[in-house]
């Protein structure tokens, strides 16, 4: 949903005046309900849907979902996912006009079922926004490519307990930097030892502060290892939801974390990142963009996509803390870019083999 969501700007500079309503799954639908580009935010909840036993409230849900798009008449669907729940909703919009992703580039074959104006990707349409801008320009030629990433806002009704919070523990007077060392995969997720030696750094070279984040227990423990290395400059936050969470990275000075979700969503709102990549590619997935530096694990068989692997460990520890934190002085600007670190394809993206200890 983050990366999708440069197709807002450009559907306006086609036509200012256009009326875009979104589907997006429950837990997610708070951060567009107050987009200023966005009419009407339909909720799904598709977990409930496969929920064994709950036949009548899965009826209920799907045919009020249906009467709720079949209402609204729409002109065009533009599925950017290519997905088999994605294919769903798209035929159930009934519009007459339905894009999507062609044979070769559709994640699950069904969906070419929903759609009848189907897309090819063009050569350098790798990253998953530009494959949803694909979509977009091909049922709206004419527009206006827009920024890399976002935009998206934080919450009013959040921003003040989030700056109630940081002012009493003093931190808004100082620079504070996010750390996230959770993600949804195992292999996605950085040695402990090295985010205790980015700690250190952080805290002895740039007098910064350290926000640590998390979504679950055996994350919390990690955030609280970190802590013990920073020596009393690192604050664990209180597990909070997405509004929260993102008028907390509106704040901060930069974040650092894996692929994963808060850390896409501080790039959205314009907080510099590093993101650390590992067996998913950041040529694909990373933020873009001067103020972003994404480092991709030096071993060979990186990106994997593997969930689990025998090399985790020596993966897990390829990336050099040396190299995210010249990439963290970067993004703050607070040093120069080493002549040694080679450009990928991608503004903001780094190889961490070319930076130091390499």
């Not at 036949?55 to 533009?78: F, H, M, N």
Request: aromatic share 6%; charged share 20%.
């Amino acid at each position: 949903m983050i990366h999708a969501l440069p197709v807002l700007p450009y559907l306006e500079s086609v036509d200012p005046h256009m009326e875009i309503d979104w589907i997006v799954e429950e837990p997610f639908a708070t951060l567009l309900e107050s987009h200023p580009l966005i009419r009407r935010v339909h909720r799904i909840h598709t977990k409930l849907w496969r929920k064994p036993g709950e036949l009548g409230t899965q009826w209920r849900a799907i045919t009020g979902l249906l009467r709720s798009l079949r209402k609204e008449r729409y002109q065009k669907v533009l599925d950017l996912q290519g997905n088999s729940k994605s294919g769903l909703l798209t035929f159930l919009c009934g519009a007459p006009l339905r894009y999507g992703f062609d044979a070769r580039a559709v994640k699950e074959w069904p969906n070419l079922l929903a759609t009848n104006r189907r897309v090819a990707l063009g050569r350098f349409d790798h990253h998953i926004t530009d494959r949803s801008l694909r979509i977009v320009e091909s049922a709206f030629p004419g527009g206006v490519r827009p920024n890399l990433a976002g935009p998206i806002f934080s919450l009013p009704d959040a921003a003040e307990p989030v700056s109630h919070s940081l002012s009493r523990q003093d931190l808004p007077r100082r620079k504070t930097i996010v750390f996230h060392p959770g993600a949804s995969w195992p292999t996605k997720m950085w040695a402990l030892e090295h985010w205790q030696e980015l700690a250190q750094q952080v805290v002895k070279k740039l007098g910064a502060d350290i926000l640590l984040t998390w979504g679950n227990a055996f994350e919390l423990e990690a955030c609280r290892a970190i802590q013990r290395a920073a020596g009393g400059r690192a604050t664990i936050w209180p597990r909070c939801n997405l509004p929260e969470l993102a008028a907390l990275l509106n704040r901060v000075a930069a974040m650092v974390g894996g692929d994963t979700g808060p850390l896409h969503l501080a790039a959205a709102l314009g907080t510099p990142t590093v993101s650390l990549f590992r067996v998913t590619d950041c040529s694909r997935n990373g933020p873009r963009g001067v103020r972003h530096r994404c480092l991709q694990a030096p071993l060979q068989c990186s990106p994997c996509l593997k969930k689990k692997c025998s090399l985790d460990d020596p993966c897990s520890q390829s990336i050099d803390p040396a190299a995210v934190y010249q990439a963290l002085c970067e993004v703050l600007g607070e040093c120069s870019p080493l002549r040694s670190q080679r450009t990928q394809s991608l503004p903001g993206v780094v190889n961490p083999a070319s930076g130091p200890g390499a």
